[in-house]
């Protein structure tokens, strides 16, 4: 199968190079020159772990590592990081299940997609004969960042830096990113918000660094987007296995979203032929997606919102392009909408509506997701994170008849004030405290990767504007061995 970017359908590129590039040349993205069926498959794909299925996953896609025992063994490792036997856990209920994604090494469930990265630009590498150190640019809002420092570390090949928005995460996340000791990371703030740090990782990669191959960590990256499309098939499959479903019973999906790569990869798990009703595209304050499924307008002139849920704090959902592109198959098309979003701040495209029908859409106030956290602590006593939460309130106002899967993509405990908010508790001035106080209440211990971070020591301490934070990215790549 061969790749292009979004905004030329002419171009012609391996899985490997699409992988190695990140962003294609026009700064467009690549996209797979069809999606594989597997809709028969079902059946074999449920007797497997979840990184052998994960390894079938990406080998549909990116076929010329099928036969790479190294690949395989090493998407395997990749998963042993993570805290329990089966990934990834379901937690369910009546009409609804939670499906935990944040059991990875940092508490995120980005996690899944970066830890098997490294082993794809590997696999990647070794089947183009490409030689050299990769240098990784990563933006964060918060999550991504920590995974990909954790993906990266100390491995041999690879330096990884990291731009989050100085202002925009919380203590617990910019501790984890600046706790992180190799000598081949750098992380730094930039005093501006995510959509910021996002540009300036997008003309890093622009611009050729001499000696230096770029790639990106980001959801930009083909090879972030398609190992989550995994998750969405091995849900589904424990649920037909635990008798909640009937196999090929319709389910729908509820997902926390900013940049649209999560449920971007469950709209390709849907066109793979996994049984999938409506794909709930969630949002908080910062509600741009919602109003573009209503109207068809997609206007990033609007107020920005620093909220509880800062990973969806995002007006430029990168991956919405991806879906542009599936949806018309037109390049040129894509290309004028790009332009105008870039040139006017907004795009109209009211006559792609009607192939929209996968998608259903609404987001939920601050007040509504609180309240949420709430509910659910209540009537279950069961701990949601504020990601989590604009989900599962969204899935509740809108009361689809289907089962209804709410991904959980962050652990409770990395935003332990928010938490202890919506419970009706003060939060302590020290992150720490709240975080004692949260497992006190809810009887479910603290993630040890997140209490461990109480006595740790900041090794990065880096911050600035657009032009300090890019010559200091420049100088950390250009210095010689890490
Ligand atoms: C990144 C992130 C999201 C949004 O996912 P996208 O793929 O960017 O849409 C939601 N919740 C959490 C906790 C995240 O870290």
Same mark, same amino acid.
């Not at 409770?412 to 939060?427: Q, R």
């Given at each position: 199968?061969?790749?292009?970017?979004?905004?030329?359908?002419?171009?012609?590129?391996?899985?490997?190079?699409?992988?190695?590039?990140?962003?294609?040349?026009?700064?467009? $993205?690549?996209?797979?020159?069809?999606?594989?069926?597997?809709?028969?498959?079902?059946?074999?794909?449920?007797?497997?772990?979840?990184?052998?299925?994960?390894?079938?996953?990406?080998?549909?896609?990116?076929?010329?590592?099928?036969?790479?025992?190294?690949?395989?063994?090493?998407?395997?490792?990749?998963?042993?990081?993570?805290?329990?036997?089966?990934?990834?856990?379901?937690?369910?209920?009546?009409?609804? *299940?939670?499906?935990?994604?944040?059991?990875?090494?940092?508490?995120?469930?980005?996690?899944?997609?970066?830890?098997?990265?490294?082993?794809?630009?590997?696999?990647?590498?070794?089947?183009?004969?490409?030689?050299?150190?990769?240098?990784?640019?990563?933006?964060?809002?918060?999550?991504?960042?920590?995974?990909?420092?954790?993906?990266?570390?100390?491995?041999?090949?690879?330096?990884?830096?990291?731009?989050?928005?100085?202002?925009?995460?919380?203590?617990?996340?910019?501790?984890?990113?600046?706790?992180?000791?190799?000598?081949?990371?750098?992380?730094?703030?930039?005093?501006?918000?995510?959509?910021?740090?996002?540009?300036?990782?997008?003309?890093?990669?622009?611009?050729?660094?001499?000696?230096?191959?770029?790639?990106?960590?980001?959801?930009?990256?083909?090879?972030?987007?398609?190992?989550?499309?995994?998750?969405?098939?091995?849900?589904?499959?424990?649920?037909?296995?635990?008798?909640?479903?009937?196999?090929?019973?319709?389910?729908?999906?509820?997902?926390?979203?900013?940049?649209?790569?999560?449920?971007?990869?469950?709209?390709?798990?849907?066109?793979?032929?996994?049984?999938?009703?409506? $794909?709930? *595209?969630?949002?908080?304050?910062?509600?741009?997606?919602?109003?573009?499924?209503?109207?068809?307008?997609?206007?990033?002139?609007?107020?920005?919102?620093?909220?509880?849920?800062?990973?969806?704090?995002?007006?430029?959902?990168?991956?919405?392009?991806?879906?542009?592109?599936?949806?018309?198959?037109?390049?040129?098309?894509?290309?004028? $909408?790009?332009?105008?979003?870039?040139?006017?701040?907004?795009?109209?495209?009211?006559?792609?509506?009607?192939?929209?029908?996968?998608?259903?859409?609404?987001?939920?106030?601050?007040?509504?997701?609180?309240?949420?956290?709430?509910?659910?602590?209540?009537?279950?006593?069961?701990?949601?994170?504020?990601?989590?939460?604009?989900?599962?309130?969204?899935?509740?106002?809108?009361?689809?008849?289907?089962?209804?899967?709410?991904?959980?993509?962050?652990?409770?405990?990395?935003? *332990?004030?928010?938490?202890?908010?919506?419970?009706?508790?003060?939060?302590?001035?020290?992150?720490?405290?709240?975080?004692?106080?949260?497992?006190?209440?809810?009887?479910?211990?603290?993630?040890?990767?997140?209490?461990?971070?109480?006595?740790?020591?900041?090794?990065?301490?880096?911050?600035?504007?657009?032009?300090?934070?890019?010559?200091?990215?420049?100088?950390?790549?250009?210095?010689?061995?890490?």
């Amino acid at each position: 199968m061969y790749y292009h970017s979004t905004r030329n359908n002419n171009g012609h590129y391996t899985a490997s190079e699409a992988i190695l590039k990140g962003l294609a040349d026009d700064g467009g $993205l690549f996209v797979p020159g069809e999606i594989p069926n597997i809709a028969n498959k079902l059946g074999e794909l449920a007797k497997l772990s979840y990184a052998k299925l994960c390894h079938a996953v990406v080998c549909e896609f990116f076929g010329e590592f099928r036969g790479d025992r190294e690949f395989e063994a090493d998407v395997t490792r990749a998963y042993d990081k993570f805290d329990t036997l089966s990934t990834l856990e379901l937690k369910e209920f009546d009409k609804v *299940c939670y499906m935990e994604l944040y059991h990875g090494p940092t508490c995120a469930f980005k996690d899944f997609a970066l830890s098997v990265l490294p082993c794809e630009i590997r696999a990647a590498k070794r089947n183009l004969g490409a030689e050299g150190e990769y240098a990784i640019l990563t933006a964060t809002s918060g999550d991504t960042g920590k995974a990909a420092l954790e993906a990266f570390r100390g491995q041999e090949g690879f330096k990884i830096a990291v731009v989050y928005p100085k202002h925009g995460v919380s203590k617990i996340q910019e501790l984890q990113m600046n706790s992180t000791t190799e000598s081949n990371t750098f992380v730094c703030g930039l005093e501006d918000n995510f959509d910021a740090c996002q540009t300036l990782v997008k003309e890093m990669l622009g611009e050729k660094i001499d000696g230096v191959n770029l790639s990106s960590a980001n959801s930009i990256n083909i090879g972030r987007l398609i190992p989550q499309v995994a998750y969405y098939f091995y849900t589904y499959l424990r649920l037909v296995e635990n008798g909640r479903i009937g196999m090929g019973q319709k389910i729908n999906f509820s997902v926390p979203t900013g940049n649209f790569g999560d449920i971007l990869a469950g709209y390709i798990a849907k066109k793979m032929g996994l049984p999938v009703n409506k $794909l709930i *595209c969630a949002s908080n304050m910062n509600k741009i997606l919602t109003d573009f499924f209503k109207t068809g307008v997609y206007d990033k002139r609007r107020k920005f919102y620093i909220t509880q849920s800062p990973s969806m704090d995002i007006l430029i959902s990168s991956n919405f392009e991806r879906l542009l592109w599936f949806v018309t198959r037109d390049d040129e098309y894509v290309s004028s $909408l790009m332009r105008d979003l870039k040139n006017d701040g907004l795009f109209m495209a009211k006559e792609l509506l009607p192939f929209l029908k996968d998608f259903a859409a609404d987001y939920a106030t601050e007040q509504e997701t609180a309240e949420e956290i709430g509910r659910v602590f209540k009537e279950h006593g069961y701990l949601i994170d504020t990601h989590t939460a604009v989900a599962s309130a969204v899935a509740r106002k809108m009361d689809l008849p289907e089962y209804t899967v709410i991904l959980s993509t962050a652990s409770p405990y990395k935003f *332990c004030s928010s938490v202890l908010e919506a419970l009706g508790e003060t939060p302590s001035e020290d992150e720490f405290e709240s975080l004692d106080r949260l497992a006190a209440i809810s009887g479910m211990p603290a993630p040890y990767t997140l209490t461990s971070l109480r006595n740790i020591t900041r090794v990065h301490d880096n911050c600035g504007g657009v032009k300090e934070v890019k010559a200091m990215i420049k100088d950390f790549l250009e210095k010689g061995d890490a």
